[in-house]
């Protein structure tokens, strides 16, 4: 069964308005930890953001929130005011393990960004 | 600056050759990764090791095995390359200290004639 779940292939948005990207996990750890990144054409994984399953609030970095409902296991990229820069391929990807020694971090399959003019 | 490279950026090997892939980590980075990207599909986790010398099946082993005799070197072996291990092959490392913190290489493109 697939433990990160991205229900959303590829999307298509304006310029300037906000963007949800989906993303729900599957897991029976208590600690666990969500993360995305983001892909453009040029190959490289660029680390975006990073929600711990015991963090209480969401996190945030810049024009990137995380909105994580625990109960829902789901853990949302929402991406303020795009820009045209932001078009590229989006992972969600979840830490699961109980030591964090030997934890591994397992992907989603993407979601391909389109920013239009 | 964090640095995590891989010894090719493309590399083209017949089939039933042996193939190495090499990845290096500056950081002292405990734990490391071998993912393969296919379209569709993602990144799948081949392998990753938490230490010198230990390794753990990710969800797709069959057919690659892995070498970790030195902390800042982690290397991918395809015994004997298939065509269906064409595919873009992507290494990480990441340090136990910060959760959050994993680095990827750049990329190693194979592809199996």
């Known amino acids: 069964a697939q433990k990160i779940t991205q229900t959303q292939p590829g999307m298509f948005v304006q310029e300037k308005e906000a963007v949800t990207l989906d993303c729900t996990y599957d897991?029976?750890?208590?600690?666990?930890?969500l993360f995305w990144y983001k892909q453009p054409s040029s190959g490289e994984m660029i680390f975006l953001i990073y929600?711990?399953?015991?963090?209480?609030q969401n996190a945030t970095e810049g024009r990137y929130s995380l909105n994580f409902q625990k109960a829902r296991k789901s853990a949302n990229l929402v991406i303020s005011a795009s820009q045209l820069g932001d078009s590229a391929m989006y992972f969600c990807a979840m830490r699961e393990g109980k030591r964090n020694r030997d934890d591994k971090i397992i992907f989603g399959k993407g979601t391909r960004l389109h920013i239009l003019p | 600056d964090v640095k995590v490279t891989q010894s090719s950026r493309y590399l083209v090997k017949r089939t039933g050759e042996k193939v190495f892939l090499e990845c290096v980590q500056d950081m002292d980075h405990e734990n490391m990764f071998w993912y393969r990207q296919d379209p569709g599909l993602g990144l799948r986790l081949i392998y990753f090791?938490?230490?010198?010398?230990?390794?753990e099946k990710g969800d797709i082993p069959e057919g690659y095995s892995v070498s970790r005799e030195k902390k800042e070197r982690f290397s991918l072996i395809l015994e004997s390359a298939s065509t269906n291990q064409t595919s873009m092959y992507l290494c990480?490392?990441?340090?136990?200290?910060?959760?959050?913190?994993?680095?990827f290489g750049p990329g190693t493109r194979l592809t199996v004639t």
């Open positions: 929600q711990g399953s015991y963090d209480e």
């Open positions: 897991t029976s750890d208590q600690s666990y930890g």
């Open positions: 090791s938490y230490d010198v010398k230990m390794k």
């Open positions: 990480a490392s990441r340090t136990v200290t910060m959760a959050y913190e994993q680095y």
